[in-house]
């Protein structure tokens, strides 16, 4: 196990209601990611994370917001919930070194009706 | 713009056989490659990465073909087992840029016992 909890694990959620999706790692890695995953596009990266308060955008950012006030704990808000943000969604997390590999954690499923 | 592309959305092969998944890219950045492996209900598991300096790398059953000029990789494995059938996630780094993985879209493998 690559020591990341992600909470909650299955949310039905309504439209336009504010999501909030929480992923904690216990290996005090720098780097911390979210990436969606969606039948016919694979794994596609959301936000990112290289460090406590710093964080960038992925390649399907737009309706989503992160945080990262703790080394160990990355959060991903939908401010308003549409239903093309049903997804499943996965927080990654990886040391950062030249050649390095990313871990994932178990997966959030995320519905909104 | 797809900088990972797997073509092939699925692949059988009969148990003990090989099966050869293949990658193609398009961004010539990319020194550093790696395979995925996915069963339903849970996040991505590394398998094996290739760096853009070696053109093979061999881990037990599961080893990596990487053909810069051709910007192609492949992952054999060989023999397959009924385990084995699952989605395999391509995907590619550049190094230095904050360890970010582009993924292509999966294969799902089934393995005939």
């Not at chain 1, 737009?62 to 160990?72: A, C, I, L, P, Q």
């Not at chain 2, 492996?37 to 061999?58: M, V």
Request: proline share 4%; hydrophobic share 30%; aromatic share 12%.
């Amino acid at each position: 196990d690559a020591g990341i909890t992600q909470s909650p694990r299955h949310k039905v959620t309504e439209t336009g209601t504010p999501v909030t999706l929480r992923c904690h790692q216990t290996e005090n890695h720098r780097y911390m990611y979210w990436y969606r995953q969606d039948p016919g596009h694979g794994l596609r990266l959301i936000h990112y994370s290289y460090g406590v308060k710093d964080t960038d955008k992925g390649e399907v950012s737009d309706g989503y917001s992160v945080s990262r006030s703790k080394t160990e704990d990355f959060l991903l808000t939908l401010e308003s919930a549409t239903s093309s943000q049903t997804s499943v969604y996965f927080c990654a997390i990886s040391q950062g070194q030249i050649g390095n590999t990313i871990y994932f954690g178990e997966g959030s499923w995320l519905t909104v009706v | 713009d797809q900088q990972v592309k797997q073509n092939s959305p699925s692949l059988s092969v009969q148990e003990g056989r090989i099966s050869i998944l293949n990658c193609d890219y398009t961004n010539s950045m990319f020194d550093y490659f790696l395979w995925y492996k996915k069963y339903p209900a849970e996040g991505p598991t590394f398998l094996i990465s290739i760096s853009s300096i070696k053109d093979k790398n061999e881990d037990g059953r599961f080893t990596v073909f990487l053909n810069k000029s051709a910007k192609h990789l492949s992952l054999h494995i060989v023999p397959s087992q009924p385990g084995d059938s699952a989605v395999y996630f391509c995907a590619a780094s550049v190094t230095g840029a904050n360890s970010k993985l582009t993924f292509g879209k999966g294969i799902t493998l089934s393995v005939r016992p």
